[in-house]
DNA sequence: CCTCTATGTGCACAAGTGTTCACATCTTGT
DNA sequence: ACAAGATGTGAACACTTGTGCACATAGAGG
């Protein structure tokens, strides 16, 4: 699993990795796979299971260091950033299995993605903010937020890791749409 | 190319296709794929071309077609939905060259939403909408737009495309997240 | 009509691929 | 200490892959 991810890292796509490749990666015999995986689509579901546990980790890191609400979205922002960098390879993983070729990959990613969203709508209740949100315009609200920051990662990884200029950009970028959505949060009319 | 995108649409990515393959699907001996692209990074190139197209010939038609402000989000989410579904093949290569292994098609197809988003920001103001925007403030509302817009693409491709249900979910959900991205820009102040 | 260019073909080759099987070795619980 | 299960190995197989070359054909402009 790790061999496949550092071949991600390097630029390779998930899809277009094969057994042997991996193999001669982790400095294996091709027939080693078999012991561990059935095929590469099981190795991927399995590194979504991973990624989970990272998106965890970030989840809770993101509660434990926000403070108040006033710098919530630019700690929170740049708390992703700094895990992303951390954990490049996993999060290219992830970004290219949002339309990768195994629908089952994508519906983990996609489950992950929903339940992110459904935590950060009950840290908000928690935090008594949006209070005039419907559960479900919250909701709402909380899964756009989500999508806005999956996409900035799209941003995050094409630029290089130690380009701190563009990394900034990107981050103020990612901290202007939550504003936004959070400033139409706070006018939203339900109907 | 017309193979490449036929595979594309039939589950597989783009970064895992062969040349044998696509010739196979072309029904055209090997050989012949060299007459046009020097290997499947240059097909890919001249996809996202041709993709260009597509996005302008739907932004054509979302321009004939939105007649008032009121109902200016319904429709294009509704024309933008329409268009996936009659070009599926095209804008699953578009979702999947958004993380894909070149780099090139990755920056292609970046830099014609970019595109869109501009122009998208040039119609607002000409419908003399947001007024009290400025310039950056417009073009970061119309990237996010841009953004999720195409962030719902996923959506679209990984649902069946007679599944009228659930596409309609999606064409509802696509249209909150946009109106309320619109609440706030409006009541947007810059600092 | 005839030539030139674009496109397609058949064949060949070396290299890489997924998967199998029988056999070795390591690790762990008792 | 030893049995058992997990993990790694080497050789082998039938295919598939990318790419090069010489040759065929078709279509267009003069």
């Not at 991927?44 to 710098?71: H, I, P, T, W, Y």
């Not at 992950?112 to 928690?126: G, N």
């Not at 996409?151 to 990884?157: A, E, G, H, K, R």
């Amino acid at each position: 699993m790790e061999a496949a991810l550092t071949l991600v890292g390097n630029g390779r796509h998930f899809a277009s990795l094969g057994i042997r490749e991996v193999t001669r990666q982790a400095e294996v015999v091709p027939t080693s796979f078999y012991r561990h995986f059935t095929n590469m689509d099981d190795l991927g579901l399995q590194l979504v299971d991973e990624l989970a546990v990272v998106l965890r980790q970030m989840m809770r890191e993101a509660r434990s260091n926000v403070v108040q609400a006033e710098k919530l979205m630019d700690e929170s922002v740049a708390i992703f950033i700094t895990h992303v960098q951390a954990n490049r390879n996993f999060f290219t993983f992830m970004a290219q299995g949002l339309a990768g070729e195994s629908q089952a990959i994508q519906e983990g990613i996609r489950s992950e993605m929903q339940f992110f969203a459904s935590e950060l709508a009950s840290d908000l209740r928690r935090l008594r903010l949006d209070e005039h949100l419907s559960d479900a315009d919250l909701y709402m609200t909380c899964d756009l937020v989500v999508r806005t920051v999956a996409f900035s990662l799209t941003d995050i990884l094409a630029v290089s890791p130690q380009d701190d200029e563009q990394l900034n950009r990107i981050r103020q970028q990612t901290t202007q749409f939550l504003r936004l959505i959070f400033v139409g949060a706070d006018h939203w009319v339900s109907h």
